[in-house]
């Protein structure tokens, strides 16, 4: 008997549980520009919110009347020196955030200041409770700085637990130095121990819900571009196809008739590219697409736009242009093809283009933008081939103009 040997990995070996911590370590990772810049507006809106409340505070522990005891004394200098001290870092807080929040791509500063942020809460609130503890037994603002920490803050797990844990160490042995009674300190330590419990699970939600929001946000995203990559350009040449053309002609008909600038339409065609495709296939014809696209390309100014409408018929927008302008230009193009080769494999081939050249005017159905300089180009076919021609007059009546 032939025994199959098991190939899997066991889900709970060292090697697969590193693994998947890796994968999980890099998933974090990829949000936290996103996150630091969603907790430099939260850091802001909260300041907003803490600097009067720690300013009501400071106020109403000042005019209360002096207490008689060094312990009450203690107690009240202590409340109001911790809410000083938060209060001058949220004014920093503020005036920091105020100068970043509107920034779309996070920096140092951004990922230094939400865990300062959050340290400077976690230590004020030990600090208020632990004075607290002299005259009373409660942990209310050690609970409360948990709670706002974790459901305000996007900390990532592993960093959110080891603030908490260091602020429960810290909150542990504070407390010990103003309780004198072991009974209330075994119970409030024990009740720390939930505090921290819920302000981590808090940030563990948070962290969750909006690590996905922003996942499928960036999904979201490219699945928008890939659709728009679908609609508005050519898959074969990776140039904008007609339907983007047309959009593009729309607001360059809106910017001559502002500025009253000439641009030009250039319509090219292949010769006899009928030849190529059905002596050496389509696989060649289309590699020489692409590569006709990329020269293309490579040749135009960065304000020209360089379509394919489709076939071998490729379609330039020359914005601010003369009409002498686009035909030197395509002239220059037209040589450009002649003299390339273009290698597809072992074959090497040469080809030969026809250019129609017409000013972007004269035309009463925007949907006719072309026809003008189409004509021009059947002219160019009509004279032999591997020609540049030039058309005046309106797209009903298009005539050759002389060069």
Not at 15 to 33: C, D, M, P, T, Y
Not at 203 to 226: A, D, G
Not at 292 to 298: H, V, Y
Not at 376 to 393: F, M, S, T
Request: positive net charge.
């Amino acid at each position: 008997m032939k025994y199959i040997k098991n190939t899997s990995k066991n889900p709970w070996s060292f090697a697969v549980l590193k693994e998947k911590i890796a994968k999980i370590l890099q998933a974090n990772n990829s949000v936290l520009g996103e996150c630091a810049l969603i907790n430099i507006q939260r850091i802001y809106y909260l300041s907003i919110i803490a600097i009067p409340l720690r300013i009501i505070n400071i106020f109403l522990f000042t005019l209360t009347v002096s207490y008689d005891t060094l312990v009450l004394k203690t107690w009240s200098q202590g409340i109001i020196a911790s809410h000083f001290i938060l209060l001058i870092f949220m004014i920093g807080f503020f005036l920091t955030t105020y100068k970043l929040k509107n920034k779309i791509e996070p920096n140092t500063t951004m990922f230094v200041l939400q865990y300062i942020a959050v340290i400077v809460i976690m230590a004020s609130g030990i600090a208020i409770v632990t004075f607290d503890q002299l005259v009373t037994t409660n942990i209310t603002p050690f609970l409360l700085i948990c709670i706002v920490s974790g459901s305000v803050f996007l900390i990532r797990p592993l960093i959110s637990f080891v603030i908490y844990l260091t602020s429960y160490v810290a909150y542990y042995y504070l407390i010990a130095l103003t309780i004198t009674n072991q009974q209330v300190l075994l119970s409030n330590r024990v009740n720390g121990i939930t505090a921290i419990g819920i302000g981590f699970l808090l940030s563990i939600i948070l962290w969750h819900y909006n690590y996905t929001n922003i996942t499928q946000k960036w999904r979201i995203e490219i699945q928008q571009k890939q659709l728009e990559q679908m609609a508005y350009y050519d898959p074969l040449t990776g140039l904008p196809n007609r339907r983007f053309f047309d959009k593009l002609i729309k607001q360059e008909f809106s910017s001559m008739q502002r500025q009253g600038h000439e641009s030009v339409i250039i319509i090219l065609d292949i010769d006899n590219f009928k030849n190529v495709n059905d002596t050496y296939g389509h696989p060649v014809g289309d590699n020489i697409l692409r590569q006709l696209a990329a020269l293309l390309e490579n040749n135009v100014r960065e304000s020209d736009t360089v379509s394919r409408f489709g076939g071998e018929e490729f379609v330039i927008l020359m914005p601010e242009t003369s009409l002498e302008g686009g035909y030197a230009f395509a002239e220059r193009l037209r040589k450009l093809i002649m003299e390339k080769r273009f290698t597809i494999g072992s074959i090497t081939l040469r080809i030969t283009s026809s250019f129609g050249v017409s000013l972007l005017r004269d035309i009463k159905n925007l949907e006719d933008y072309y026809s003008l300089a189409d004509k021009a180009l059947y002219l160019a076919k009509q004279c032999g081939k591997n020609r540049v021609e030039i058309a005046c007059g309106s797209a009903e009546t298009a005539d050759p103009c002389e060069k």
